[in-house]
Structures are given as C-alpha cells and as structure tokens.
Nanobody
Framework: QVQLVESGGGLVQAGGSLRLSCAPSGRTFTTYATGWFRQPPGKEREFVAAITWNGGRSYYADSVKGRFTISRDNAKNTVYLQMNSLKPEDTAVYYC???????????????????WGQGTQVTVSS
C-alpha cells in the first residue's frame, strides 16, 4: 500500500502562486504515473494535471493550461504542481494520485489511479 502525502496548500490572494508537493510514504515514486485532481466546494472531483513516470509527457485541464505546471523530481521522490495566476475558482481540496500499472500513461480519469492522498486545501481570495 502506498500512502501519498500532499503539502503546500494554503490561503492566497487572486493572482498569487502556490506550489503543491506530493510524495509517497515509504516507497519510491519513480515508476508511478501521477496526477493532481481537485474538488471545489459543493462540486465533483475534477482532473487538473497528470505526468508520466519519467516526466516525458504531461496533460492539463483546459481551465489550468498556461497557469499550472506539473513536474517531478524522481531524485527527490516528489511530484509538484506549480500554480500561478490563481483565481478564486481554483479554490478546492487538491488531491495527488498515483498509478503503477501503466506508468507511461498519464490518464485524466480518476478511477485509473490506484492510490490517493488525503488532500490539501487551496483557498484563493478575491
């Protein structure tokens, strides 16, 4: 069982930036595709970004393209989500997810991921 730990959430003003981190507890992350999802208040969970095991390919939701960047540092066993130009509508609980079965595929479908973190709150004030 892999436990994912997210960090870096918080309160920020519109236009500001945050960087989220995701790291597995007790496991190496180098053979996992990893995704970020979010759940805004009162809404369904939605895809944000995903990256393959080696960082070769990444994908983004249209709503965050050009503002968010997903990356990974396998030497540090960590995946990041750099969020710039934040908007109030980015307010959500952000979840990290990982999949070892098809690490070369950065899927946008939540059910394709094996493991999930507990989430970290991001609040963007207007």
């Amino acid at each position: 069982q892999v436990q994912l730990v997210e960090s870096g959430g918080g309160l920020v003003q519109a236009g500001g930036s945050l960087r989220l981190s995701c790291a597995p507890s007790g496991r190496t992350f180098t053979t996992y595709a990893t995704g970020w999802f979010r759940q805004p208040p009162g809404k369904e969970r939605e895809f944000v970004a995903a990256i393959t095991w080696n960082g070769g390919r990444s994908y983004y939701a249209d709503s965050v393209k050009g503002r968010f960047t997903i990356s990974r540092d396998n030497a540090k066993n960590t995946v990041y989500l750099q969020m710039n130009s934040l908007k109030p509508e980015d307010t959500a609980v952000y979840y990290c997810a990982a999949d070892s079965r098809t690490p070369w595929v950065a899927t946008m479908t939540g059910s394709d991921y094996e493991y999930w973190g507990q989430g970290t709150q991001v609040t963007v004030s207007s």
